[in-house]
């Protein structure tokens, strides 16, 4: 059934369910009454279609929301959204070729299925660490002391209004009435790694976990800046300067 169908079949309804006007005296007094009829009648009508993709009967609590990956911390910090589990950031490792791109938020307590005992040839997904590389700013997210050879987690989160989040990078505030659910910096793998990679937006106040001792078979995620190459406009783009990125949701 189309949805003006829906609308037309809804206000029916609604009529139905409306009791007989009373006799009136006069034409005018009934073409008042009837007017004011059908208008709650409608406004009724629509009320029920705007909530209708995101209340359904679930014990009243409200369903819909979008999800997303706060990646570097274990909280989603947004008062916009709830926490459905944190865990480890998770990835492959930065010197095997045809590797995976994405990374993974790895919850806590896994569950197996069928598996071999012993360790095999196949793909792997390990933890993921920072490697703050040619840059050292203090008190950031590029604090080689504080971050460089840590791991760090990663919060899955939903959003309790609205039903779509984007990540813009280059962007520490959200477009239009896109509400903001976090800020940092953008990182990805390191364009003289063989692995493939992505761009993630991790928090500009990452938490850390363990440091590393070897980066060995881990997936490593650096800092990335804007380069001036002729097709990249600059300004505004500033050659050699660190990206920043937002998560937003509507």
């Excluded at 029916?12 to 208008?39: I, R």
């Excluded at 933890?127 to 008190?139: C, P, S, T």
């Excluded at 050879?149 to 505030?173: L, N, Q």
Aim: aromatic share 10%; charged share 20%.
């Amino acid at each position: 059934m189309t949805m003006p169908s829906v609308c037309v079949f809804i206000v029916f309804l609604l009529l139905l369910e409306q009791p007989k006007p009373a006799v009136c005296k006069t034409n005018s007094a009934c073409t008042d009454k009837m007017d004011s009829m059908m208008f709650q009648v409608i406004w009724a009508g629509l009320k029920s279609l705007k909530q209708g993709p995101n209340h359904h009967d679930n014990g009243g609590k409200e369903t819909g929301g979008a999800s997303y990956i706060q990646w570097g911390r274990s909280t989603c910090t947004s008062r916009n959204s709830e926490l459905v589990y944190d865990g480890y950031t998770g990835g492959a490792s930065y010197a095997n070729r045809g590797s995976a791109a994405n990374h993974l938020c790895l919850p806590k307590q896994p569950q197996w299925g069928v598996y071999d005992e012993k360790v095999n040839g196949n793909s792997f997904v390990s933890g993921a660490a920072f490697d703050v590389n040619d840059i050292d700013i203090k008190n950031s997210l590029f604090d080689k002391s504080k971050y460089s050879m840590y791991s760090f987690p990663c919060a899955v989160c939903h959003t309790k209004i609205g039903s779509s989040t984007i990540m813009i990078p280059g962007r520490k505030d959200c477009l239009a009435d896109w509400k903001k659910e976090y800020t940092g910096y953008l990182m990805s793998g390191y364009h003289g790694h063989v692995s493939a990679t992505e761009y993630i937006c991790i928090d500009a106040d990452s938490e850390r976990l363990k440091k590393m001792s070897s980066l060995k078979g881990m997936s490593l995620l650096y800092s990335v800046a804007a380069k001036c190459n002729g097709v990249l406009p600059c300004p505004p783009y500033v050659d050699g300067r660190e990206m920043t990125c937002v998560v937003c949701s509507k």
